[in-house]
T-cell receptor
């Protein structure tokens, strides 16, 4: 069975600090996909990134960066120089190749950026 | 602005009412999803439609009835709901139901059952 663990429930940072969100996953499949979504207070989940299990290249998009390490089953997310607009709940999710595109979500990280 | 549009944004209904939630996307996606999300919890999958056919029903009570009239529209008909059904209902779509297709979500409907 697939499982995603996001251990930190709420993280508060002062604006311009960096924040790293940890995501650890479990799956027996060799082919799988990992996602990060952002959910601001307005409610919609915003797709941020998808990684497949064969691509361990790290990625940077503006102030966002992701570190995928299969050896530790982790897919961590860092926000550099945080801003108040980054305040949201961030979900890590896993989809297995034969899972009919079902997403197994972690419990989410509530990030609060204090001005 | 999200490309998946949900209406209404808020809905308050009594336990004997019948109402419908609507979802529309114009991205040409062929898979559409309904999720239920309680406060401070991740979304839970309810239904998936693929090419307008029901593909997944996650053992949802029959008081929730999905409908996919065409490839752009997804409805969720509600009848005789319970107070514990109060939640944020999210619609999502993806290009197809194939593995790893990113799902794109709407803003949701905040439902309150009196």
């Amino acid at each position: 069975a697939q499982k995603v663990t996001q251990a930190q429930t709420e993280i508060s940072v002062v604006e311009k600090e960096d924040v790293t969100l940890d995501c650890v996953y479990e799956t027996r499949d060799t082919t799988y996909y990992l996602f990060w979504y952002k959910q601001p207070p307005s409610g919609e989940l915003v797709f941020l990134i998808r990684r497949n299990s064969f691509d361990e290249q790290n990625e940077i998009s503006g102030r966002y960066s992701w570190n995928f390490q299969k050896s530790t089953s982790s897919f961590n997310f860092t926000i550099t120089a945080s801003q108040v607009v980054d305040s949201a709940v961030y979900f890590c999710a896993l989809s297995e190749f034969y899972g009919n595109n079902r997403l197994a979500f972690g419990k989410g990280n509530q990030v609060v950026v204090i001005p | 602005d999200t490309e998946v549009t949900q209406t209404p944004k808020h809905l308050v209904m009594g336990m004997t009412n019948k109402k419908s939630l609507k979802c529309e996307q114009h991205m040409g996606h062929r898979a559409m999803y309904w999720y239920k999300q309680k406060a401070k919890k991740p979304p839970e999958l309810m239904f998936v439609y693929s090419y307008e056919k029901l593909s997944i029903n996650e053992s949802v009570p029959s008081r929730f009835s999905p409908e996919c009239p065409n490839s752009s529209l997804l409805n969720l008909h509600l009848h005789a709901l319970q107070p514990e059904d109060s939640a944020l209902y999210l619609c999502a779509s993806s290009q197809a139901q194939g593995a790893g297709q990113p799902q794109h979500f709407g803003d949701g409907t905040r439902l309150s059952i009196l």
